[in-house]
C-alpha cells in the first residue's frame, strides 16, 4: 500500500466512449502525476499539478483531459481514444516541485487501458 | 534523447549472486533516483542519491553516482527470486525543476 489509490485497475474502451481514471492519495503530498506506460519505451510524463494548478502539459493530444479538483484527487478524462493509446497510465504524487524537495515519487498501481 | 538509460536491458542471474545495472544521464542532477517495478504493477522508489553524494546503502542495495562521468550504478547483493522486476533509474535535472525522467528499465531475472 503506497498512499496512492488509482482506479479502475482494468478498462477497456472502444474508441468513441468516454471514460475517466481516479486517483487519489492519502499522503498530504501537493504535487501529483500522470504518467503513461508503453511497452518498450520509456515512462512518459503527461501533466503535473502543483498545488491544484497545472504546470506541466507534455504535448499530451487532447483527447487526454486532466483535472485536479483539490491536492489528493486527480482525474483523467479519455474521449475518442486511439488504440495506439493502450497503456498503462500511472498517477504518482510527491511533496512538492518547490525547490528542496527531492521529488521522490509515489506510484499507485496503475489503470491498464485497452482501446479497442 | 531520454535523459536516463540504463543498461544493460535485460540481466538474468542465479539466485544468490549479485545484480549490476548502470545508468547514464545527459544533463546535471540535483539526485538521481532508483525505483523498481514488478510486472504490471505501480513503481516503488528504492534509494535516493543526492548530486553531492557519491555512495548509498540500503540493506542489499548499494548506489553510486559519478557526476565527472554522469553515471549510475545499482547493485543488488545476494539476489533472491523475488528480487525479479524492472529497476528504472530516474534524474531530478535542475533544468527541469526537480520533476523526474525516467529511463527505460533495466529486466531483472533471478532464477531460484
Known amino acids: 500500500e503506497t498512499g496512492v489509490t488509482q482506479t479502475p485497475r482494468h478498462l477497456v474502451m472502444g474508441m468513441t466512449n468516454k471514460k475517466s481514471l481516479k486517483c487519489e492519495q492519502h499522503l498530504g503530498h501537493n504535487a501529483m502525476y500522470w504518467y503513461k506506460q508503453s511497452a518498450k519505451k520509456p515512462l512518459e510524463l503527461m501533466f503535473v499539478y502543483s498545488l491544484e494548478e497545472r504546470v506541466e502539459n507534455n504535448s499530451v493530444p487532447s483527447r487526454f483531459s486532466p483535472e485536479c479538483p483539490n491536492s489528493s484527487h486527480l482525474f483523467l478524462h479519455l474521449h475518442t481514444l486511439q488504440p495506439e493509446d493502450s497503456a498503462l497510465y500511472l498517477c504518482?504524487?510527491?511533496?512538492?516541485?518547490?525547490?528542496?524537495?527531492?521529488?521522490?515519487?509515489?506510484f499507485g498501481e496503475g489503470s491498464r487501458l485497452t482501446v479497442l | 534523447s531520454q535523459q536516463g538509460e540504463e543498461d544493460p536491458q535485460a540481466l538474468s542471474i542465479q539466485e544468490g549472486e549479485n545484480a549490476t545495472m548502470n545508468c547514464s544521464y545527459k544533463?546535471?542532477?540535483?539526485?538521481l533516483q532508483w525505483y523498481r517495478q514488478n510486472s504490471g504493477r505501480g513503481l516503488v522508489h528504492l534509494i535516493l542519491?543526492?548530486?553531492?553524494?557519491r555512495e548509498k546503502h540500503s540493506g542489499r542495495l548499494r548506489v553510486t553516482l559519478d557526476t565527472s562521468k554522469k553515471s549510475s550504478s545499482l547493485l543488488i547483493t545476494a539476489s533472491r527470486a523475488a528480487d525479479t522486476a524492472s529497476y528504472f533509474c530516474?534524474?531530478?535535472?535542475?533544468?527541469?525543476?526537480?520533476?523526474?525522467?525516467f529511463g527505460g528499465g533495466t529486466r531483472v531475472l533471478v532464477k531460484p
Open positions: 530516474a534524474t531530478a535535472a535542475k533544468a527541469a525543476g526537480n520533476k523526474l525522467t
Open positions: 544533463t546535471s542532477i540535483n539526485n
Open positions: 542519491i543526492r548530486s553531492n553524494e
Open positions: 504518482a504524487s510527491s511533496q512538492g516541485l518547490q525547490r528542496g524537495h527531492t521529488g521522490e515519487l509515489f
